[in-house]
């Protein structure tokens, strides 16, 4: 059999869980795969690399910036490179191609190899994490081909929806890499085909409140085997429910106009998701903290297995980062202030009474517009007149302010009259005399966008009140994730019950709710496309001289109709001649 030589995999452990022991990498640069049948560590290594390559891996990718709810003051930025009409198959910020299709390849490599492993001297134990890590690589591969669809499917020249070629054997130097795309519902196929094997073998969660799950498929297994396989420590690999989490996300992405050929229902997409909810606890279980996991006094607090009730899966916690800080902090904060959120965005916070700023019930005036409006804008976005930093600043943005805040003062202030709040944590001192941090992680899912998920889905599906069997609808999930907001308390959200009755005003509410909710984490900008929404909405700012209040135009967009859907790699489709172009690229 031939020989096939991959590099060993190093430093994987942090990028994964936060926990030391789950991956110790092998010392060796290259090792034949014969080595793995007596080194087990070196084998889950290969998994370790999967993980490494999973998209924006401990960060956020801020795509708002190709989007009408961020500018960036950083003229390389690449998404507002995209936005200005330089998109190309060549020059795509979004591309996966070669991240995902290596991640898939290791995940192909482990499958056929792993039976050659001894993972214990214990049988038992020996049965368990080969059923487990087989399980793992298959969701793995899931999720990968999740993401390339994501950026890469697309409507081809014939107007066949196209997903990517479905590759589910490992490559070497004899293989045929001149091979077509598959379809776009044979990818969907080939992800529910991994998903099923690996929901068969992952536990829903791990730790001890998955053992009887575990027991119940293999009896007379004890907690001490079992804690080995399936303990707490795991916490961080993916789980059964991180699996339905993805399986959620692509039936919403199918489900949406941009893919609608794929034949996947919103009844399918609301479904899928109500798993989530249900997961969370019901609907009525939204963490009242979920809002603002990211500066949660109780971070430092989390042991290495440990997520708040809001969060699903997140990555390592840093513990005494600012670098995120230093960023995006206002200048007089010691910041570059990079994300710049725009006037559109801020346009999208209703008032507090839950009526949007362009309603008159609202009482929204234009000269004193950040007044009794929605309490998560002065959470997620910093504007003229509020305070931050670690001794409650005041940040002058005004065009005719003196400091360096001010609109469009120096190369690192504001273009829109706006600084990005959100993730940051202002307890943090960013002055190099003091140069301290705190502790960080990045959220790879959390539970508000699995209720978000299936509001939208449901509400296509049944309109705002019906629920299927799920026994809860998009009327009333909105209504917590408002009602946790603090929007509507003294009215009981008397906007949400016009909308109540309104499947397409409901649908206009749970978009910008979305929108909110989940702003600069990363969904903007997929959202845009997947709805086919207008991509190319001037980013407005807000200028403030002498105490006059006046919208202005930032930046332009300019995106073609064939952007809907990303690009295959130009120096790819160039190789391979099987391998078609999405239109227009």
């Known amino acids: 059999m031939k020989k096939i030589i991959i590099p060993a995999l190093l430093a994987l452990t942090a990028s994964l869980t936060g926990c030391d022991d789950v991956f110790v990498p092998a010392p060796e640069n290259n090792l034949p795969l014969d080595f793995l049948e007596d080194n087990s560590t070196y084998a889950e290594n290969m998994l370790g690399a999967v993980?490494?390559?999973?998209?924006?891996?401990?960060?956020?990718?801020?795509?708002?910036?190709?989007?009408?709810?961020?500018?960036?003051?950083?003229?390389?930025?690449?998404?507002?490179?995209?936005?200005?009409?330089?998109?190309?198959?060549?020059n795509n910020p979004i591309n996966r191609w070669e991240g995902c299709r290596s991640a898939i390849q290791y995940c192909n490599i482990f499958l056929e190899n792993m039976d050659r492993v001894t993972w214990s001297?214990?049988?038992?134990?020996?049965?368990?994490?080969?059923?487990?890590?087989?399980?793992e690589a298959h969701g793995l591969r899931a999720i990968h081909m999740f993401y390339l669809l994501q950026s890469h499917a697309g409507i081809d020249a014939s107007g066949n929806l196209l997903g990517v070629p479905v590759i589910e054997v490992s490559?070497?130097?004899?293989?045929?890499?001149?091979?077509?795309?598959?379809?776009f519902t044979e990818c969907l196929e080939a992800i529910q085909r991994d998903a099923n094997?690996?929901?068969?073998?992952?536990?829903?969660?791990?730790?001890?409140?998955?053992?009887?799950?575990?027991?119940?498929?293999?009896?007379?297994?004890?907690?001490?085997?079992?804690?080995?396989?399936?303990?707490?420590?795991?916490?961080?690999?993916?789980?059964?429910?991180?699996?339905?989490?993805?399986?959620?996300?692509?039936?919403?992405?199918?489900?949406?106009?941009?893919?609608?050929?794929?034949g996947c229902t919103w009844e399918q997409a609301a479904n899928a998701n109500a798993k989530?909810?249900?997961?969370?606890?019901?609907?009525?279980?939204?963490?009242?903290?979920?809002?603002?996991?990211?500066?949660?006094?109780?971070i430092e607090k989390l042991s290495d297995f440990e997520s708040p009730a809001e969060v699903i899966w997140r990555g390592e916690r840093n513990a005494t980062s600012n670098d995120l800080e230093k960023e995006n902090f206002p200048p007089t904060l010691y910041g570059n202030g990079r994300i710049n959120p725009t006037q559109?965005?801020?346009?999208?916070?209703?008032?507090?009474?839950?009526?949007?700023?362009?309603?008159?019930?609202?009482?929204?005036?234009?000269q004193n517009p950040y007044a009794d409006r929605d309490p998560r804008l002065s959470l997620y976005i910093l504007y003229n007149g509020a305070t931050a930093g670690h001794n409650n600043k005041v940040i002058?943005?005004?065009?005719?302010?003196?400091?360096?805040?001010?609109?469009?003062?120096?190369?690192?202030?504001?273009?829109t009259g706006y600084y990005m709040k959100k993730h940051l944590r202002q307890d943090v001192n960013c002055d190099p005399n003091a140069n301290q941090g705190n502790a960080h992680y990045m959220a790879r899912m959390r539970y508000t966008e699995f209720f978000l998920n299936y509001a939208e889905a449901a509400n296509e599906a049944w309109g705002p009140t019906g629920s299927g069997n799920n026994g809860f609808s998009a009327y009333d999930v909105i209504k917590e994730i408002r009602l946790r907001a603090g929007i509507g308390l003294e009215n009981g959200d008397a906007y949400l019950e016009e909308c109540k009755g309104d499947p397409e005003k409901m649908r206009q509410l749970i978009r910008n709710e979305r929108r909110i909710e989940l702003c600069f984490e990363g969904f903007r900008f997929f959202d845009l496309r997947r709805w086919k929404e207008?991509?190319?909405?001037?980013?407005?700012?807000?200028?403030?001289?002498?105490?006059?209040?006046?919208?202005?135009?930032?930046?332009?967009?300019?995106?073609?109709?064939?952007?809907?859907?990303?690009?295959?790699?130009?120096?790819?489709v160039l190789k391979f001649s099987e391998l078609k172009q999405n239109a227009g690229w």
């Open 51 to 90: 993980y490494v390559y999973l998209p924006n891996n401990g960060s956020f990718p801020y795509n708002e910036v190709a989007t009408d709810d961020a500018v960036s003051n950083d003229a390389n930025n690449g998404y507002r490179i995209m936005a200005s009409g330089r998109w190309t198959a060549q």
């Open 121 to 135: 001297k214990d049988e038992d134990v020996n049965k368990l994490f080969a059923e487990r890590f087989k399980a």
């Open 171 to 183: 490559e070497n130097s004899e293989s045929n890499f001149n091979v077509p795309r598959n379809t």
């Open 197 to 262: 094997i690996a929901l068969d073998g992952l536990p829903t969660r791990y730790g001890s409140s998955c053992f009887d799950e575990i027991r119940a498929k293999h009896p007379g297994i004890t907690d001490g085997q079992l804690e080995r396989v399936y303990g707490a420590k795991f916490t961080g690999r993916i789980s059964g429910e991180i699996v339905e989490a993805f399986l959620g996300r692509l039936a919403l992405m199918a489900a949406s106009p941009a893919y609608a050929a794929s």
């Open 276 to 298: 989530i909810v249900k997961y969370a606890g019901g609907v009525n279980s939204l963490d009242p903290n979920g809002a603002t996991w990211y500066c949660d006094p109780n």
């Open 344 to 366: 559109n965005l801020v346009d999208a916070f209703p008032m507090a009474n839950g009526y949007p700023i362009t309603d008159p019930k609202g009482n929204y005036s234009d």
């Open 396 to 415: 002058n943005t005004a065009a005719d302010g003196t400091d360096n805040d001010a609109l469009n003062k120096i190369s690192t202030s504001t273009r």
């Open 534 to 572: 207008n991509l190319n909405e001037t980013a407005r700012g807000m200028e403030i001289t002498d105490g006059v209040y006046t919208p202005f135009d930032v930046e332009t967009r300019n995106y073609r109709d064939y952007m809907y859907y990303g690009p295959i790699p130009y120096t790819e």
